[in-house]
Nanobody, 124 residues
Framework: VQLQASGGGLVQAGGSLRLSCAVS????????MGWFRQAPGKERECVAA????????WYGDAVKGRFTISRDVAKNTLYLQMNSLEPEDTAVYYC??????????????????WGQGTQVTVSS
């Protein structure tokens, strides 16, 4: 599976961005998929996930109500719509495939399917 993320950039607080993740090698609905982010000096965290069968979604508390994860099977692409952005959302964002649930959040499975990061910077 290859993942190609895009759509990051610089935006003012309160603004919006949409990240895209083009999937190749498998269909976007083959795996549980998601978006992670890593801010300087912090651990990488899952912010949103979408379930392979049925398309149910999960969000981290920090982004709930502001971010929306979705997928387009025809385009084989995963999306993350980010609204009401805050400076605290500044991070490198990564898409990932083959997520596994453990305890209270999602982790990437042993095949380690990651896209390259895309920088999101929110100015105050």
């Amino acid at each position: 599976v290859q993942l190609q993320a895009s759509g990051g950039g610089l935006v003012q607080a309160g603004g919006s961005l949409r990240l895209s993740c083009a999937v190749s090698g498998r269909t976007v609905s083959s795996y549980h998929m998601g978006w992670f982010r890593q801010a300087p000096g912090k651990e990488r965290e899952c912010v949103a996930a979408i379930i392979s069968s049925g398309g149910g979604t999960w969000y981290g508390d920090a982004v709930k109500g502001r971010f929306t994860i979705s997928r387009d099977v025809a385009k084989n692409t995963l999306y993350l719509q980010m609204n009401s952005l805050e400076p605290e959302d500044t991070a490198v964002y990564y898409c990932a495939a083959d997520l596994r649930w453990r305890s209270t959040t999602w982790f990437v499975g042993p095949e380690d399917y990651w896209g390259q990061g895309t920088q999101v910077t929110v100015s105050s």
